[in-house]
């Protein structure tokens, strides 16, 4: 029993030692690794803000100091900023002061007042010694600083340039690369940092603006390598007059040099804007209702033509075409392209991943358009072909008497006649492409099925009524029967449009 006392005395010894231990570990700790604040309420010797020494001070009191300092000095500050040949001066007489020190101030005073006390005498000893030196944002010090130096960012700054291709179809080189130019990127981060320093010293500074320069992504040092001749089409106009030769090669001229980019459409109207003497077109012959007569801009269609056949060889997109009521002599049957402001244009559209280069001249007997742009794939040639469906035979001649008296300078009595118009064979035709591959035929398509309407022939007769006596001579207008077409006929209609 005795000893059973003795051994309950002894544990509650060493009980009462682990707690005294426990207890002085935990104050321990508590002093060396616990949150520490001194609750100062001034700021450590030797610290400054933009130079300014606030040793002792308290927020409130390095407030008004810092603000003095600001309304002192202000006039003094001349910030000027460089970058190349370009100068710009930020003064601070120009801003209004804001002077918003606490958020900074509270920030300095908190260095090195929490953690254990030993961090806090080593900090306060480096501060003693090495000092503590805080530059404020220039954003806390005037009004207005950023939306100055946003404008000279704005006026730095450019976007890179790639190289593309030039164009000049009219020299003996037509592509060329023009130079590319390096972009220049502001960096704003050290900018501000700079800015920072420079409005902190309080008097005159000079700053260079740091920049960045960025390097154009594409390359197309292998871009006039790819660039060849996808296709040409030309037709003749040696008989025309001067006036139509005039037009065809004016209209071409709007096409000349013509750089169409993947996914863009191209209206011929659009281009060649409407044709009237202003513009520089002429009277000439037109296809107007079945006849030819004279018109303002005639002969546009064949340079509507001859680009459409272009466009047709290089595989281009032929979003919208029209054919006459006439066939043209220039090109077989469902390969024309009549255009008319308001009525009927030729739309294409680049079909491909890369610009196409039109080239499109006349000379005194031909008008002529060459295609550019990435080669068709090797051993590739793409031809056109039409089809005379069939003959459509026209009805004759239709006689109408002149009772208004229009023609009165060539008929007047009746049995007097004047051929105004003679009758024309009409066409039903068909245009294919054909894909040869290495000089074989592997894909025909049909792109077109035309109706040349037949012309009917007109005669006048005149209406007036023979006096007794008078005898008209015989006429040199021949009537001409509705026609029954032939297999001749058909061969004839063949060979004029040289069709096999």
Known sequence: MEEKVKRNKSSLIWLIVVCFIAVGLLLFCQFYFGSYSSGTTTFYPNTHVNGVDVSGLTVNEANEKLSQNLIDNKDNVVV?????????????????????????????????????????????????????????????????????????IDEIEREPVEAKVVFQ?????????????????????????????????????????????????????????????????????????????????LA???????????????????????????NGYKDAKIIFNGSYVSGMGGGVCQASTTLYNALLRADIEILKVTHHTLPASYVP???DA??????????????????????????DTNAVVEIYGCPLDEGTEIKTKSELVKVIGHGG???????????????????????????????ESKGYLQYYKDGKLVEEKEIRHDI???????????????????????????????????????????????IS
Do not use: H
Request: contains cysteine; aromatic residues 10%.
């Open 333 to 335: 049957l469902s390969f």
């Open 169 to 249: 179809p009219d020299k003996t080189n037509m592509f060329s690369l023009s130079q590319a130019v390096n972009g220049i990127k502001v960096d704003r981060t050290a900018l501000q940092e700079a800015l920072n320093e420079a409005f902190a010293c309080g008097e005159s500074y000079t700053i260079s603006v740091p920049f960045i320069e960025i390097t154009p992504q594409d390359s197309l040092d292998s871009a006039l390598e790819n660039i060849s001749l996808r296709a040409s089409f030309s037709t003749n106009y040696s008989k025309s007059s001067e006036n139509r030769k005039s037009n065809i090669k």
């Open 80 to 152: 000027t900023v460089k970058s190349g040949d370009k100068t710009w001066q930020l003064l601070g007489s120009d801003f209004e002061i804001i002077g918003n020190f606490d958020p900074t101030l509270n920030k300095v005073l908190q260095y090195g007042q929490e953690g254990n006390i030993f961090d806090k005498k080593k900090i306060e000893s480096d501060i003693k010694t090495n000092g503590y030196n805080v530059t404020l944002p220039y954003q806390d010090l005037y009004g207005g600083v950023d939306e100055k130096v946003d404008e000279i």
């Open 338 to 363: 009549m255009v008319s402001e308001g009525y009927a244009d030729l739309v294409f559209k680049n079909n491909l991943d890369s610009p196409i280069y039109i080239k499109a001249y006349g000379d």
């Open 452 to 498: 040349y309407p037949a012309q009917n022939g007109v005669i006048i007769e005149g209406s007036g009524t023979l006096e007794e006596g008078m005898t008209l001579p015989a006429s040199s207008v021949k009537y001409i029967s509705p026609q029954k077409v032939t297999k001749e006929i058909t061969e004839n209609a063949k060979r004029r449009f040289n």
């Open 397 to 427: 001649d239709k006689i109408i008497t002149d009772t208004d008296g229009k023609y009165a300078s060539k008929v007047i009595y009746k049995g007097e006649y004047y051929r105004l118009k003679y009758p024309q064979e009409g066409y």
């Open 252 to 278: 071409l001229s709007s096409f000349n040099g013509m750089i169409v980019e993947p996914g863009k459409e191209v209206s011929f109207n659009k281009i060649t804007g409407p044709r009237t003497a202003e």
